[in-house]
């Protein structure tokens, strides 16, 4: 290319980026700018430049004419977004647990979501990438309840207690009839969606490692007897809640439910004898 050029770029509040190339007329040319300043990421603007205006008023390759574009808008830079991002997830999680992946479509959650198309996939991705995004929100949410309860509890057997107990605490038997969106979304696509049937082990194991270190301090506190093995326990304290969970979804009479989880406690934490 005859000629030299000069680029200024500021990724910054928008300050647009300059090129000022010195180019030969009646010739066309292109100048890719490289980014000086910024994130090294960023896609090149690629300017092309046409003076055929030229080649009629200049014969010459001597006549030298200096020209600058300017381009149009920040490459590389992303467009801040205009909504609330917790709300949208809330929304699409609730879609999700009271009807299922499968009978979720895409209109049901740009409705809900109040997001058109380009933004809902701009910023979540497709509907699989959406549903995990939400199930795993939804799973650390609750990680961080269940660790915050134990850390309040007056004792630690308390909190096994009432996380058994979690599934009968509406007496209508609405919350018991809703399940709750990770066991029913494992019951749903863990055969047939490898990352869903990932997220549930991972989620449980956390659960259970949460509710080992409470049967360590009941023991400790002398509410479970020392013989029992917390680790054993509390992967049978979680079977026990999973067994509930999936009773309520069936419409069972409340009563019956929490007459089973109280029955299933007694079982399961056998105190220390005197």
Not at 25 to 40: C, M
Not at 81 to 105: C, H, M, N, P, Q
Not at 181 to 186: D, I, T
Not at 245 to 263: E, K, N, P, Q, Y
Request: proline fraction near 5%.
């Amino acid at each position: 290319m005859h000629g030299t050029g000069t680029i200024s770029w500021l990724c910054g509040r928008c300050l647009l980026p300059t090129v000022t190339l010195w180019a030969v007329p009646g010739e066309q040319r292109s100048a890719t700018a490289g980014v000086l300043h910024g994130s090294p990421r960023a896609p090149a603007p690629v300017f092309r430049l046409d003076f055929p205006e030229l080649s009629r008023a200049h014969s010459g390759p001597e006549s030298i004419v200096a020209h600058t574009v300017q381009n149009l808008y920040c490459a590389g830079m992303p467009r801040p977004r205009e909504f609330d991002e917790d709300r949208v997830i809330l929304a699409i999680r609730d879609e999700f647990w009271d009807k299922g992946y499968a009978a979720t479509s895409m209109d049901d959650l740009l409705r809900v979501s109040g997001l058109g198309k380009g933004s809902l996939y701009g910023a979540f991705g497709d509907k699989r990438s959406l549903f995990l995004r939400v199930l795993r929100h939804y799973d650390d949410a609750n990680l961080l309840m269940l660790r915050e309860h134990l850390a309040s509890a007056a004792r630690g057997i308390d909190l096994v207690r009432e996380f058994v107990l979690s599934p009968t605490g509406d007496a209508t038997g609405a919350v018991a009839r809703r399940g709750c969106l990770l066991a029913n979304s494992n019951a749903e696509l863990a055969t047939s969606t490898p990352d869903v049937a990932a997220e549930a082990r991972r989620t449980y194991d956390a659960i259970t490692a949460t509710l080992t270190a409470a049967l360590e301090r009941a023991q400790r506190e002398g509410d479970l007897d020392p013989d029992a093995d917390p680790a054993e326990t509390a992967r049978a304290v979680l079977v026990a809640q999973l067994g509930l969970i999936a009773l309520g979804r069936t419409g069972t009479d409340i009563d019956v439910l929490t007459a089973a989880a109280r029955s299933a406690l007694a079982r399961l934490l056998p105190t220390p004898t005197q």
